[in-house]
């Protein structure tokens, strides 16, 4: 069965600091992997999704990398925001049978201080 | 605009009743997906439905009812054989299975008093 883990689970970061995100998942035979951001008591927005045959994903300041053999992904955020402050959820999708069936991770709660 | 409706944003139910929680997309997408989440846990997938009059149960199932006779609308009950209801309700779609990006919607917050 799928786990997903993603750490640290909360991070405190200055404005302006550069950050990296981890989520590891146990089983590499995936068939996609999200990125989602999802602020107090509201739905997840969509940020990054990486395919499986590729390495990383670009969106503004956001750069989310993928590494399936060692079951790693990172989500690097560059200079950050007191606006970036929310809840980091990564999400696997494992493919085949299970097209569309994701699994989540616990999330990392991000806090950007001015 | 295009997007994801879920209502109402919060629900309270009395033990031992039945309660529908509403999702439509005007996105035409084939898929939709209805998720719960607890305080400090990940989403967790309920049932999924990959097409029209068809659909799946996910990895918590039990004490929940969906159907899909429209392309838009995927609702949700929630029975009164679901033991722990109190949750973070959230309901997703995507262009399909396989081209499945997620969007969600808002969410539904169900209290059990």
């Known amino acids: 069965k799928q786990e997903v883990t993603q750490i640290p689970a909360a991070l405190s970061v200055p404005e302006g600091e550069n950050l990296v995100l981890n989520c590891s998942f146990t089983?590499?035979?995936?068939?996609?992997l999200q990125w989602f951001r999802q602020d107090p008591g509201k739905g997840l927005t969509s940020l990054l999704l990486?395919?499986?045959?590729?390495r990383e994903q670009t969106s503004g300041r956001l750069n989310a990398s993928l590494d399936k053999s060692s079951g790693r992904s990172t989500l690097y955020i560059a200079a950050s925001q007191p606006g970036d402050s929310a809840t980091y959820l990564c999400?696997?999708?494992?493919?085949?049978?299970?097209?569309?069936?994701?699994?989540f991770g616990q999330g990392t709660i991000l806090t950007v201080h001015p | 605009d295009g997007g994801i409706t879920q209502s109402p944003k919060y629900l309270f139910r009395k033990e031992g009743q039945n309660v529908t929680l509403s999702c439509e997309q005007n996105?035409?997408?084939?898929?939709m997906y209805w998720y719960r989440q607890d305080p400090g846990q990940g989403l967790r997938l309920i049932y999924y439905?990959?097409?029209?009059?068809?659909?799946q149960k996910g990895d918590i199932a039990e004490g929940y009812s969906v159907s899909r006779e429209k392309k838009e609308s995927f609702p949700l009950t929630v029975t009164s054989a679901q033991k722990n209801p109190t949750a973070f309700y959230l309901c997703?779609?995507?262009?399909?299975?396989?081209?499945?990006?997620?969007?969600f919607g808002p969410g539904t917050r169900l209290t059990v008093l």
């Open positions: 997703a779609s995507s262009i399909s299975p396989v081209y499945n990006e997620q969007f």
């Open positions: 439905s990959q097409i029209v009059n068809d659909f």
């Open positions: 996105l035409n997408h084939d898929a």
């Open positions: 089983d590499s035979a995936i068939y996609n």
């Open positions: 999400a696997v999708d494992a493919g085949g049978t299970s097209y569309g069936k994701l699994t």
């Open positions: 990486i395919q499986s045959s590729q």
